[in-house]
């Protein structure tokens, strides 16, 4: 190994640095959407049980959301079907914006 090479591996590392760092934040992002997606079909399925026997379906849907997404959530009830929409938690909001889920779930009579 020559003198011009000595410093070669330090530079290369330094210059993957920034790409590793975007693909861990990347998959940290998937990461979170898939268990916000979870969330609101799970908060979903319980307003559509609540509103199949006779209560309040917005109630139950947020009852069954953790703490932190209590502000991401919007709950919607159109007749027998409920719809859960949750932000997943991000570094930017415009970005938790663009990849919110949702969730919808029917309350079926028998």
Do not use: H, N
């Not at 993957?16 to 992002?29: C, E, K």
């Not at 307003?47 to 917005?58: D, E, F, I, S, T």
């Not at 929409?85 to 970005?95: F, G, T």
Request: aromatic share 2%; with cysteine; charged share 20%.
């Amino acid at each position: 190994m020559d003198r011009r090479d000595s410093g070669q591996a330090t530079v290369e590392l330094v210059a993957a640095l920034p790409v590793l760092l975007l693909a861990g934040l990347i998959s940290l992002q998937l990461l979170c959407v898939g268990y916000a997606l979870t969330l609101a079909d799970g908060a979903a399925e319980a307003g559509a049980l609540a509103l199949a026997a006779g209560q309040p379906a917005k109630e139950a849907a947020r009852e069954a959301l953790p703490g932190w997404a209590d502000g991401r959530a919007a709950i919607f009830v159109s007749g027998r079907r409920i719809t859960v929409r949750v932000e997943p938690p991000s570094p930017l909001s415009a970005i938790a914006r663009r990849v919110a889920v949702t969730s919808s779930a029917v309350a079926r009579s028998r």
